[in-house]
């Protein structure tokens, strides 16, 4: 007969319960319930890392590290991730995203400036305003929101 205890969750049980607490109209969360969470967010994890790795592998078939290029390009060309094109936006320079803000402004491309190829994420937040809001991040590069059109 085959055991129905379940295997042991790779994600905290605890802080999953938590999660699904804090919804306003939850009062009590089933054991079992949490457990099915945690197993469907593990298969979810994995499916789009394996996704991850296969984009991975065809931009470079000897390449053995997973980056977050190759995180950001699956969401970005999958309709299956739609939900997480906010979360993880494709990265640019600050060159290119300067090119994109002058061609949305009318203004030419002549004044190039000197700077360093500093890597930035863009998203499409559409509260921000016209110019596009930066941030700076620990990792010391810079987060750009550029606004949908």
Request: hydrophobic share 30%; net charge negative.
């Amino acid at each position: 007969m085959a055991s129905t205890t379940p295997k042991a969750a790779h994600l905290p049980i605890g802080r999953i319960n938590t999660i699904m607490k804090s919804s306003s109209d939850v009062e009590n969360v089933g054991k079992d319930s949490v457990i099915l969470m945690s197993k469907a967010a593990e298969l979810f994890i994995r499916k789009l890392v394996v996704d991850s790795f296969n984009c991975m592998r065809q931009d470079d078939p000897s390449g053995k590290t997973l980056k977050y290029q190759n995180l950001a390009t699956v969401v970005q060309n999958s309709n299956k991730y739609h939900f997480l094109k906010d979360m993880t936006p494709m990265k640019i320079t600050v060159r290119e995203y300067k090119r994109i803000m002058a061609r949305k402004n009318g203004k030419c491309d002549d004044e190039e400036e000197e700077e360093d190829e500093e890597t930035v994420e863009v998203s499409s937040d559409s509260g921000s305003d016209e110019e596009g809001s930066v941030m700076s991040s620990r990792s010391s590069r810079s987060v750009i929101s550029v606004p949908s059109d």
